[in-house]
């Protein structure tokens, strides 16, 4: 922290604008030795004020570009620190000759990669849930994707988490108000002014955590796999819905033999969509690698599409038949010269949707099919949804807690439970005990940010 940082905070590569941000206690010191000429000095900009400024080299003055520059003094900086931002012409030998330039310079050093963020949260300038979104905001794909990151990095998921530990630090008192004063007279019994506390909250993490996966759905994308015999036409309509030539199509049966996926957006949420090797029994070893492969995927999306080749109906696939269940959407391929079809076709009870991957008929209802399908399954609720395992490990740890202190049979054991929910809950946010975690959370972040 002793340290002035600095880094690209944009897309490396040739770009119109460039910004490289720099942070700590010589940000102003590094600015000024950019923009003056020994022995002349220049004042540093108004505070969050874009500024043209002509940057030269400390070494020899040699101009490096012109530059609008942002000084951003302490606290009110994304760090918490003094910030400057000089925004660049975004060709290679103009970015490099600045950095070069600010490496130079006494006390300065590039900034590992989540650096400027992890500093934003050492300061006190946001928790660690709105300091997780910010990466997510970075990663994001999909206008879904996006609106859950903004609202987790507005906040919402720290301060919901910080009510939930005021009450069981109120809960706390009590129970320790119980142990230290046995024989005071307190009105209503401590005991039966704590259990309502702990019953509700645990209850209410418990509705929270019951969410199936929701938030960590959308954060990393809804899996569909596309499953069938081979043949039924499974890579044509990979590659319809994915518009593009993704996988291999050949009239010879098991032409694919690993899982092939493509990333789409539907409405605005993010799919995984997973061609997988045709069903069937084969001597061969690779292709029945490939089929095995394919049962996994079929059993680990959250939903499948089905694909039949309509021309045999109704003597259907009868591998595909089996893996039918209620996360399932049915196609009736060839629908185009599968004269036999009948309207309103259905294969063991699930509703059938007739298209034709190679005429792109019926390519359309099946996207609004799916798009519904990720809709209800990643739309966000009312209240904001925990998006990564870190969360849901600390919650259940703290649920377990919660039910430890309810079946405590002295309020010295519940207090201590009660102490250990909390803390989980300030592990989540960063209120507790997250030294070890840190380099964990922001080891995955991008330089400059």
Same mark, same amino acid.
């Given at each position: ?5 600095f880094?690209?905070?944009?897309a490396?590569?040739?770009?119109g604008?460039a ?9 102003g010191?590094? %600015?000024?030795?950019l #923009? #003056?000429?020994?022995p ?5 900009p108004?505070p ?6 002509r ?6 003055g ?14 009110r900086?994304?760090?918490?620190e003094?910030?400057v931002?000089?925004?660049?012409h ?10 070069? =330039?600010l490496?130079?310079?006494p006390?300065l050093r590039?900034?590992?990669?989540g ?7 050492? *300061?006190?300038?946001?928790?660690l849930?709105?300091?997780?979104a910010? =990466?997510?905001l970075?990663?994001a794909?999909?206008a879904?994707q996006?609106?859950?990151?903004? $609202? ?10 910080d009510r939930? $530990?005021?009450?069981?630090t ?7 108000a ?14 039966d002014a704590?259990?309502p506390?702990?019953?509700? /909250?645990?209850a209410?993490i418990a509705?929270?955590? *019951? ?5 960590e759905?959308?954060r990393?994308?809804?899996?569909? =796999?596309?499953?069938?015999?081979? *043949?039924?036409?499974?890579?044509? %309509?990979?590659n319809?819905?994915?518009?593009r030539?993704?996988?291999?199509v !050949?009239?010879?049966a098991?032409? #694919?033999?690993?899982v ?7 409405g605005?949420?993010?799919?995984? /969509?997973a ?13 029945a690698e490939g ?8 059993e680990?999306?959250?939903v499948?599409?089905?694909v039949?080749d309509?021309t045999?109906?109704?003597d ?5 038949r089996a ?9 009736l391929n060839?629908?185009d010269v ?8 259905a ?7 007739p298209?034709?991957a190679?005429?792109?008929d019926?390519?359309? =209802? ?7 399908? !990720?809709?209800?399954r ?8 925990l ?17 430890r202190a /309810? ?9 201590e439970?009660?102490?250990?929910? !909390?803390?989980?809950?300030g592990?989540? #946010?960063?209120?507790?005990d997250?030294?070890d975690?840190?380099d964990v959370?922001f ?7």
């Amino acid at each position: 922290m002793d340290a002035t940082i600095f880094a690209l905070a944009t897309a490396p590569g040739r770009s119109g604008v460039a910004v490289v941000r720099v942070s700590g206690p010589g940000a102003g010191a590094a %600015l000024a030795a950019l #923009t #003056t000429r020994p022995p002349t000095t220049r004042p540093l900009p108004a505070p969050r004020m874009a500024t043209l400024a002509r940057l030269r080299s400390p070494d020899d003055g040699a101009v490096l570009d012109d530059a609008l520059v942002l000084w951003f003094p302490a606290p009110r900086s994304f760090t918490g620190e003094d910030v400057v931002e000089l925004h660049l012409h975004g060709g290679r030998a103009v970015v490099a000759a600045v950095t070069q =330039a600010l490496g130079a310079l006494p006390g300065l050093r590039v900034a590992e990669p989540g650096e400027f963020t992890r500093r934003g949260f050492e *300061n006190g300038k946001f928790d660690l849930t709105a300091a997780e979104a910010v =990466a997510d905001l970075i990663d994001a794909e999909t206008a879904a994707q996006r609106r859950q990151a903004l $609202r987790q990095m507005e906040g919402e998921l720290g301060r919901l988490y910080d009510r939930w $530990r005021e009450r069981l630090t109120r809960a706390l008192a009590h129970l320790e108000a119980d142990i230290d004063f046995p024989d005071e007279d307190l009105p209503g019994g401590v005991s039966d002014a704590v259990r309502p506390v702990l019953t509700a /909250l645990a209850a209410e993490i418990a509705a929270h955590l *019951n969410d199936g996966g929701r938030g960590e759905r959308l954060r990393e994308g809804l899996h569909i =796999a596309i499953i069938g015999a081979p *043949n039924a036409g499974k890579s044509s %309509l990979l590659n319809a819905l994915a518009r593009r030539d993704a996988a291999i199509v !050949s009239a010879h049966a098991g032409t #694919t033999r690993d899982v092939v996926e493509v990333h789409l957006d539907l409405g605005g949420y993010p799919v995984i /969509l997973a061609d997988t090797a045709g069903l069937r029994d084969t001597a061969d070893e690779v292709e029945a690698e490939g089929v095995r492969r394919a049962r996994r995927r079929a059993e680990q999306a959250d939903v499948k599409v089905a694909v039949f080749d309509g021309t045999l109906w109704p003597d259907l696939d009868a591998d595909t038949r089996a893996l039918l269940d209620a996360d399932t959407v049915v196609v009736l391929n060839k629908a185009d010269v599968a004269a036999a079809l009948p309207a309103g076709a259905a294969v063991d009870g699930h509703p059938a949707l007739p298209l034709s991957a190679r005429s792109g008929d019926g390519i359309a =209802a099946l996207e609004a099919r799916l798009t519904a399908l !990720s809709a209800d399954r990643l739309a966000a609720g009312g209240a904001p949804a925990l998006t990564r395992a870190r969360h849901r490990g600390a919650l259940e740890e703290c649920t377990a807690a919660l039910q430890r202190a /309810l079946s405590a049979p002295l309020p010295e054991l519940a207090a201590e439970d009660v102490r250990l929910a !909390s803390r989980a809950l300030g592990r989540i #946010t960063g209120r507790v005990d997250v030294e070890d975690l840190l380099d964990v959370i922001f080891r995955d972040f991008c330089i400059g940010k």
